[in-house]
């Protein structure tokens, strides 16, 4: 974080609701009072008001046996049914689903209708190709509408979709495939991202080459053309998207299952090296997808032009690209590739273009903005926005300001909403036309949700300290488990505190108001642009380069991007006199992105002699966060080698 907490406690700017805002604000005040009175009649009516259900149900909440949740569990629905066809149905088949721009300029609007009548062939395709309910398929795809209509598909088949994030490298693609046990992935040629197409299919074919991996559980691969670069084509796996579409029928009636049907699995780090497979299921998913996309983002879809600029390998993808807003009927905008391709200042340019009137960032995109400039956004017409809300990362009170004046001028609420990926939807954040903004403060939970902060007891702490921040009652969207993993399910979020209070791994403080300000993670997980990544991961992918003996990774401070990797290496005594540290270090740089992908590359790599370590061996990254933030180093008195931290500041 670039500001210290004692900045983020000083600071005392207000934001009082606009009235004519709040006069016509989806949420108001009574939505707190209602939850308050009646929490599981509050979720129940949530469930029954936004999502159409085949079956309603009678249950609303089942927590005999905690973690193990069942929400809504003896009612039935179609997820996809609920973001297509009943909007269809009610005669809004006309109203734009998804403005899509390409980066290099080329663009789609698709309707409802038109959605709906591409996913219901996709569905038929992939029953055709044998997927059937509960089977897993992975989607490697650019942020083209095909990865919608894929995801769509899957949930409509009742099958469970895994998207891994485009940037990923073959490695991380295999050990997700192997994870799930996936029997099709769905991917593209390539896609644009910064001025250049690029490819996607060969790390798919480099993922699942049988010589190099052995067999893999994926039967069939199926490629969207986007990029238009050269494929290599495995005969019997491999198919064209187009050439399947073209065959199937138009119709495919969507199949009512369970709410506790799984919807999706989303790998996210943890802190081990092994990623986690978050499991979402679809009745309460969808509800709290849907309820906070409509509150927190006071959609009127009848006429906001709502943009998430997430991609949908992420958590913020699924929940606010693709299941809220669809499932409420929002007309949204999509953009394939990066903020300043061709020119800085793209974003702007397209929510000057498609009127965009609801804008959801990370904060390190608002910082970067703010590095080039004002004058970039100035130019450009933004005064369709009316809300902008930040996710991913605390952002900085300055950040703030920044966004409300440069990019909202001077008027439009803000929310900050802090959420991960296990929660499945917003559980903090203010409500917009109701709560007055603290710039740097996620400020307070949703109606319906209950988060407290507490000590290392589980004690709650009084207003004006901090400690760690938990959910004490089970909510709609929550995680229903680690795929294939229940064990680390239980012990990673629901035994700190005992099997019902699940355990977040942020550090926070209350202010003197109650008001939640997010103080970053407490355990060994970085956050870089908004991205989760865990330090034992990418240490375990520099301990796999034959050059390196040891290795520890930090995250250390940076002024953009949040946080950055740092990494401490101790090179083999048999290459150390072969290569100069400068060489060293830019092999390995390139080995993390080779083995989990270019978010995952370190900043900067530092060759040393040796790890400061206590005596039972353990790394003391303190220290280490110390030298790279080029800070004093801090005590060092339970090291068990006091002189390793000069070396490492002379090396
Ligand atoms: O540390 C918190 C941070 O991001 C983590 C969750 O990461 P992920 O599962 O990838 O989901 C990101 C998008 C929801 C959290 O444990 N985080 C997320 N939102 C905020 C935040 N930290 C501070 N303020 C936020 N608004």
Known sequence: MPDNIDN?????????????FTASAVADAGLYERARADRLGFWADQARGLVSWEKPFTEVLDWSNPPFAKWFADGTLNVAYNCLDRHVEAGRGD?????????PGDSRSITYAELTAEVKKAANMLEGLGVRDGDRVVIYMPLIPEAIVAMLAVARVGAIHSVVFGGFSAESIRSRVDDAGAKVLITADGGWRKGVVSPLKPAVDEALDATVHGPSTVEKVVVVKRGGNDVAFTSGRDLWWD????EQAAEHTAQAFEAEHPLFILYT?????????????SGGYLTGAAYTHRNVFDLHPETDVYWST????WITGHTYVVYGPLANGATQVIYEGTPDSPVPGRWWDVIEKYGVTIFYAAPTAIRAAMKTGRQIPASRDLSSLRLLGSVGEPINPEAWVWYRDVIGAGATPIVDTWWQTETGSIMISALPGVTTLKPGSAQVPLPGVAVDVV?????????????LLVITEPWPSMLRGIWGDTERFVDTYWSKFGRSVYFAGDGARKDDDGDIWLLGRVDDVMNVSGHRLSTAEIESALVSHP????????GAADETTGQSVVAFVILRASQADTMTPEEAAAALRNHVAHEIGAIAKPRTVMIVQELPKTRSGKIMRRLLRDVAEGREIGDTTTLADTTVMQAIRVG
Do not use: C, N, Y
Not at 455 to 467: A, F, K, L, N, W
């Open 8 to 20: 983020l406690l000083t600071e005392t700017r207000r934001f009082a609701p606009d009235a004519e």
């Open 95 to 103: 109203r734009v689903a998804l403005h899509w721009e390409g980066e």
């Open 243 to 246: 050439d399947l579409m073209q």
């Open 269 to 281: 780090s943890g802190t081990t090296g092994k990623p986690k497979g978050i499991l979402h299921t």
């Open 310 to 313: 997430a991609d949908i390998g």
């Open 455 to 467: 000590d290392d007891h589980g004690v709650p702490v009084g207003d004006g300290e901090g400690g």
């Open 547 to 554: 050059i390196v003996a040891e290795a520890a990774v930090v």
